[in-house]
């Protein structure tokens, strides 16, 4: 079985009876409370720095659960509650296994039939050990995506690790890339520029250049100083 610390808690209180190594059983020895309470507030305080570095534990969304790989980018957590709407395509997700290897990309695609959630991931899981611990990035607070309500219009920055990549999709569809060298480029799913016929901004270009597409109207006054150039076509 998979989960650690509070990951192994259940949101049913009489399921919480053998969760930690110090457990909370019914008529346990008066030795063990001391041990058992700062088992717990040792677990809660591990929560908190999990959610400080933008991932929590969430496994099935009820205690102890059972995870395991499927393919080098596949796991599976069994469960008759479909998690696709948890585990969504963008979103960060990381994998510890058994030997201490931890994998961090995010879900590409997520599914659910009868007892199992299958959720693939953007990168090769590391290691062969058993996953363990399964952590997902915190909704509208993860520094690798901004993202609309349903998952379909974004931007990401760490499609795969360490991606270097600023990705921008709508609709569903990937429209732009900006590498890690600069360069805007648009993907095959289509995508264009599109800006006013008028321009009435005043401002000065100073070792800068413009790219304007005609017919426009500057109504402004566009000062071109030194190193800088204007192209207009």
Known sequence: MAGTGAGKYSTTAGNNTSVQSVNWSEGMAPSNVNNAARETIANVRAMYNQIGEGFYEFGDGDGEYTVARSDADTITITSSTDL??????????????????????TITTSAHSSTTNTINVSQTIAGTGTPLKIE????????????????????????????????????????LQVSSAGAFALQSGGG??????????????????????????????????????????
Not at 84 to 105: F, H, L
Not at 142 to 171: A, H, M, P, W, Y
């Open 192 to 233: 264009s520029f599109i800006h006013s016929n008028t321009i009435s901004n005043t401002f000065t270009l100073t070792s800068q250049n413009m790219f304007m597409v005609g017919p426009v109207s500057v109504t402004g006054v566009i000062t071109v100083g030194s190193n800088s150039t204007v192209v207009v076509i």
């Open 84 to 105: 696709t709407s948890t585990y969504y395509p963008g979103r960060a997700i990381k994998i510890t296994d058994s030997a201490g290897n931890v994998t961090e990309g």
């Open 136 to 175: 997902l990035g915190i909704q509208g607070s993860s520094s690798e995506l901004v993202v609309d309500g349903d998952n379909d219009t974004k931007i990401q920055v760490e499609e795969g690790s360490d991606d270097d990549t600023i990705r921008f999709d709508t609709g569903g569809t990937e429209r």
